[in-house]
C-alpha cells in the first residue's frame, strides 16, 4: 500500500491532548480477554453453526417446541408416477432416544417418496462442491432409493441406495453438485412398498476443518477471525430452563439442557425443545463444543445449571437425591474433557475421536440466577469441584442487571463462595456504554475477577458498534480486573430471529459480520500484552437538561392511578389531574385505560401499557402520583422525560416480576437500568410516588422516603483511548463517538518510534448498518501511514474507531 501523511486537516474538529507513558510497566493483559459467546438463539446450531442442510432430519419437531411444528415439517409430497403416503411413526423406532421416523408408503407404477424443503429458501449447492449424503432405512423387500438434490428444474446432484431386506441400517453416498442454488430440495424416492427413513441427512464435505458432523465452514471462519481466546457455550436461558429428569424413559419434551444427551452418535441423542422456540437436534453437542473451540484455538467455557431455573421459569431443584445427580454430572463432565483414556467419562471422549484431554480450565455455574436456591445449590457443586480439580476455575454470576440490591448480593455471595470470576450480563442503550467507561476502575482488585459474559447496546448500526467500542477501551485499561469478556449473541439467521442485536448475521449460503463485529475483531486481534497508562484532555460538549412529557404505564399488571400533579422548580403547576372530570390531558397508548371511580385505571394484562400527557419542553420538575396495583405480575411505570414512543425515562416499580425495581432509561427503544433499588409492590395498597428532576439530577422516593438519587450526566467524552503494548510494537486505540473530528496532540513520553506505522480505522455515518446486500458497508479499512514520532498530531474523524499501530526503533 502507499503512505500517507500522519497530519491530514478535516473541516470542523475539537483538540486535546493524548498522552502515553511508553517508560511505564503497564497492566499485564491475561491471555484470555477477549473470546465469543456462543447460544442456540436464531437458529444458530440447525440451520446455523451446524452444516446440516436438512430440516428435521429424524422426524422430531414437535408442537411443544413451536405450535406450528409437527414430525413433517419441512417435508412433503414427491410423486414422480407412483403414489405415496407419508405418516409419522413410533412402532421399533430407530433407538429409544430416536422415537419418530417417516414411513413412506407407495403404490402404482414409478417412484415416490418425500421431499424436504431445507432452511430458509432451501439446501444451498454449489458447482464443484463434494456432498455427503446418509440415511436410515427399513423395507421389508429389498429395493433401491433415488435421492436427488434439484433446483426445481435441474437434478444437481444424484445417489442411488440399494437398501436391504430387513430392519432398520445406516446407508451413505456422496455427489458433487452439478450446479449453484440457494433454494434446492432434496428428494427421497422410493418404489413400491413400504419404506421407513430416519436421520436423512446431507452435509456439505468443506465443513470447518474438515471435520464430520461439523460446523459451516464460512461462519466458522468469521469466529475464527475474532481469534477469540475462549468459547462459553451452550448459551444462557438455553443451558437452565426446562425440566430436570433425563431423557431416559421420559418423554418430556421440555427438559433443561443436560450434556450427557447431547454427547455420542447423533441418531441416539434425543432431540429437545429450544427455549427460543423451535427444535434443537443436539447435532452439536459437548463434544463438538469443545472440538470447535480447539479448532479456533480457543479455550472451551461451558456454562452449566445449578438447579435454579430463570429465564422466566421459577423451577428450583430441591430434591436432594436429584441433585446430588446434577453434581456428579458436573464433574463427569471436567473428566470427559480433562480425564484420560483409562477414566470413564476420558473413555468416552477418546472413543469419538480425540484421545488426548481437551484441557478445561473454566466451568461456569449458573447463568442469571434470580432465586434465592441458588445460594443453597451453587455451594454443593463448588465444594465438589474444589476437592476433586482444585484448579479448575469457578464463575459464579451476579443475575440480570448491571447493578442494584440483587447485583450487590450475588457479588457478596461470590466473595464468600471464593469464586474465581463472577459473570455480568447487560444489555443497554449506547449510551450507558459511553457513560460507563470507567466502571471497572473503581472494582475491588483483591476479590473475584469480572467475566463480562453478555453485553450488547441494542443495535447494528455503527453508532451502536462506537458505544462499545468506547467500553472496550475501559475493559482494556481495567485487564486486572477483567479477565474475560464477550458480546452476545454471537449469531443469528436473518430468517429466524429470536433477538436482536448479533454479532454475525447469515442466511442459508451467506454471512457478514456486523459494525459490532469489526469493533470486536479489531480490539480482539489487537490486544497486547500489556496496558500503558495514558490519559486523554479535552473538551467536553455539554449535555443538556433532562426534558420531555410524562406518563404512566404497566406490564403484565392491572393499575389505578390518582391525584396526578407536576410542579415546575419555580412552583408552577403544570398538571394537576384527580380525573374527576376524565381523562382529557392524556394520550393512551396500548392497553384498555378508562376513568373509573375518579381514577385512571389500566385493565388489560398486556406488555407496555402506557398513557402519555404534558409537554416534550417541560424541564426541571416535580411528579407525584397515588399508584394501586390491582392484579397481574408486577407493579408501576411512571414516565418522566418522555421525548417519543422510544425515548424516554420510566421508574419501573415492582419489574421483572415483581422482585426489584430500577430508574429506566430508553434511547430509540433500548432501554437499560440507571439505578436500582430492591423495592417490591403489595396488591391493593394504595403508593404515593414522586419524582424530581433537577438539570440532570434524579431523585426518587416511596410514601415520603427516598429511594434513588443520582446523576445521569450522559456525557460523551471527546476520545475514548486505550494503549497497548506488544514486545516493540505500541497501538493507540481511539474512538471518536462525536459529530466532530478530534485533532489529537500525542505525546509517548520521549518513545523513538519508526515514522511509518499502520492505521486501521472505522468510519460511517451513525445510522450505517451492514446487510446481505451490503455485506461491507462498514468495515475496517487498513493503510500505512507515514510522519509519526515520539510526539505527533492526528485527526480522528467523527464517528471513528481508529487504530494507530507503531513500532519502537
Not at 424413559?249 to 421440555?254: A, I, L
Not at 420538575?621 to 394501586?628: F, I, N, Q
Not at 505500541?730 to 515514522?755: E, F, I, M, Y
Request: hydrophobic residues 35%; negative net charge.
Amino acid at each position: 500500500m502507499g503512505t500517507e501523511a500522519a497530519k491530514f486537516r478535516i473541516e470542523g474538529y475539537t483538540s486535546g491532548k493524548l498522552n502515553v507513558d511508553t517508560r511505564a510497566k503497564g497492566t499485564k493483559v491475561g491471555p484470555d480477554l477477549y473470546g465469543v459467546f456462543y447460544e442456540d438463539i436464531n437458529h444458530a446450531a440447525d440451520g446455523g453453526l451446524y452444516a446440516e442442510l436438512v430440516q428435521n432430519r429424524s422426524f422430531e419437531f414437535n408442537a411443544t417446541d413451536e405450535r406450528s411444528y409437527t414430525g413433517l415439517t419441512a417435508w412433503s409430497k414427491a410423486e414422480r408416477g407412483a403414489t405415496a403416503t407419508l405418516a409419522v411413526a413410533g412402532e421399533e423406532p430407530l433407538n429409544p432416544q430416536n422415537r419418530n421416523y417417516l414411513r413412506v408408503d407407495v403404490t402404482g407404477d414409478g417412484t415416490a417418496g418425500a421431499v424436504n424443503a431445507g432452511f430458509n429458501r432451501g439446501l444451498p449447492l454449489k458447482a464443484g462442491r463434494r456432498y455427503d449424503l446418509s440415511l436410515w432405512a427399513r423395507r421389508t423387500e429389498p429395493g433401491p432409493l433415488t435421492v436427488t438434490a434439484e433446483d426445481g428444474t435441474s437434478v444437481l446432484g444424484k445417489a442411488t441406495l440399494q437398501v436391504k431386506a430387513g430392519g432398520w441400517a445406516k446407508y451413505a453416498a456422496s455427489f458433487t453438485a452439478s450446479g449453484t442454488t440457494d433454494a434446492g430440495r432434496l428428494v427421497v424416492q422410493a418404489p413400491a412398498g413400504r419404506t421407513d427413513l430416519d436421520m436423512v441427512s446431507l452435509f456439505p464435505r468443506d465443513t470447518y476443518k474438515g471435520r464430520r458432523n461439523g460446523m459451516r465452514a464460512d461462519l466458522a471462519k468469521l469466529i475464527a477471525d475474532l481469534e477469540p481466546q475462549f468459547l462459553r457455550f451452550p448459551g444462557g436461558c438455553v443451558t437452565n430452563v426446562g425440566t430436570y429428569d433425563p431423557y431416559a424413559g421420559n418423554q418430556d419434551r421440555r427438559r433443561i439442557y443436560q450434556w450427557k444427551e447431547t454427547i455420542g452418535p447423533v441418531e441416539e441423542r434425543p432431540a429437545n425443545f429450544n427455549f427460543w422456540g423451535y427444535n434443537q437436534s443436539y447435532g452439536i453437542g459437548y463434544y463438538e463444543y469443545f472440538q470447535f473451540a480447539e479448532d479456533v484455538g480457543a479455550e472451551a467455557l461451558p456454562v452449566l445449571s445449578v438447579g435454579v431455573n430463570g429465564c422466566g421459569e421459577n423451577r428450583p431443584l430441591t430434591d436432594e437425591a436429584k441433585l446430588a445427580r446434577w453434581v456428579q454430572d458436573t464433574l463427569d463432565l471436567i473428566e470427559f474433557a480433562n480425564g484420560p483414556v483409562t477414566s470413564v467419562w476420558g473413555a468416552k471422549r477418546a472413543a469419538m475421536g480425540h484421545p488426548k484431554p481437551f484441557g478445561l480450565d473454566y466451568i461456569g455455574l449458573g447463568n442469571e440466577e434470580i432465586y434465592p436456591e441458588f445460594f443453597t445449590n451453587y455451594p454443593k457443586f463448588a465444594d465438589a469441584i474444589r476437592a476433586r480439580y482444585p484448579k479448575i476455575k469457578i464463575i459464579s454470576n451476579s443475575g440480570q442487571t448491571s447493578q442494584g440490591a440483587w447485583f450487590d448480593r450475588m457479588w457478596q455471595f461470590a466473595r464468600d463462595q471464593k469464586a474465581d470470576l463472577v459473570d455480568e450480563h447487560y444489555y443497554n442503550n449506547p449510551d450507558w456504554f459511553l457513560a460507563n467507561n470507567h466502571r471497572y476502575d473503581s472494582y475491588d482488585r483483591t476479590g473475584p475477577k469480572v467475566f463480562v459474559g453478555e453485553y450488547a447496546s441494542r443495535g447494528n448500526a455503527l453508532s451502536n458498534a462506537l458505544a462499545e467500542a468506547s467500553y472496550l477501551t475501559g475493559i482494556e485499561r481495567n485487564a486486572d480486573v477483567v479477565e474475560l469478556a464477550s458480546y452476545a449473541p454471537l449469531l443469528a439467521n436473518v430468517d429466524y430471529v429470536d433477538w436482536t442485536p448479533d454479532l454475525i448475521w447469515f442466511d442459508n449460503d451467506e454471512a457478514y459480520g456486523t459494525p459490532n463485529y469489526h469493533v470486536q475483531r479489531l480490539f480482539s486481534t489487537n490486544v497486547g500484552d500489556r496496558v500503558l497508562p495514558s490519559t486523554f484532555e479535552g473538551e467536553t460538549a455539554p449535555v443538556a437538561d433532562i426534558s420531555g412529557a410524562i406518563g404512566l404505564g404497566a406490564w403484565n399488571t392491572q393499575v389505578r392511578y390518582d391525584d396526578v400533579k407536576v410542579t415546575s422548580a419555580d412552583g408552577t403547576v403544570l398538571l394537576s389531574d384527580d380525573f374527576a372530570a376524565g381523562a382529557g390531558a392524556w394520550t393512551p397508548g396500548a392497553g384498555t385505560w378508562a376513568v373509573q371511580d375518579g381514577a385512571y385505571v389500566q385493565t388489560a394484562q398486556v406488555e407496555d401499557a402506557r398513557s402519555t400527557a404534558g409537554s416534550a419542553e417541560w424541564s426541571n420538575y416535580t411528579m407525584e402520583v397515588t399508584a394501586r396495583k390491582t392484579a397481574g405480575a408486577e407493579g408501576f411505570l411512571v414516565m418522566f422525560g418522555v421525548r417519543d414512543t422510544g425515548n424516554f425515562y420510566w421508574w419501573n416499580v415492582g419489574g421483572w416480576n415483581n422482585t426489584q425495581s430500577a430508574i429506566e432509561k430508553a434511547v430509540n427503544g433500548g432501554k437499560s437500568s440507571i439505578a436500582t433499588s430492591a423495592t417490591t409492590v403489595e396488591t391493593g395498597r394504595d403508593y404515593r410516588l414522586k419524582i424530581q428532576v433537577d438539570g440532570r439530577r434524579i431523585t426518587t422516593w416511596l410514601d415520603g422516603e427516598r429511594v434513588n438519587e443520582f446523576v445521569d450526566s450522559a456525557a460523551v467524552e471527546p476520545l475514548y483511548q486505550v494503549v497497548s503494548r506488544d514486545g516493540k510494537s505500541v497501538t493507540l486505540k481511539v474512538v471518536n463517538a462525536q459529530g466532530t473530528s478530534v485533532r489529537g496532540s500525542v505525546d509517548l513520553g520521549g518513545a523513538r518510534v519508526r515514522p511509518e506505522g499502520t492505521v486501521t480505522s472505522l468510519t460511517g455515518a451513525p445510522s450505517d448498518t451492514n446487510s446481505i446486500a451490503e455485506p461491507d458497508r462498514v468495515a475496517p479499512v487498513e493503510r500505512r501511514v507515514s510522519g509519526f514520532s515520539s510526539a505527533f498530531t492526528y485527526d480522528f474523524p467523527a464517528y471513528s474507531v481508529t487504530f494507530v499501530r507503531l513500532t519502537e526503533r
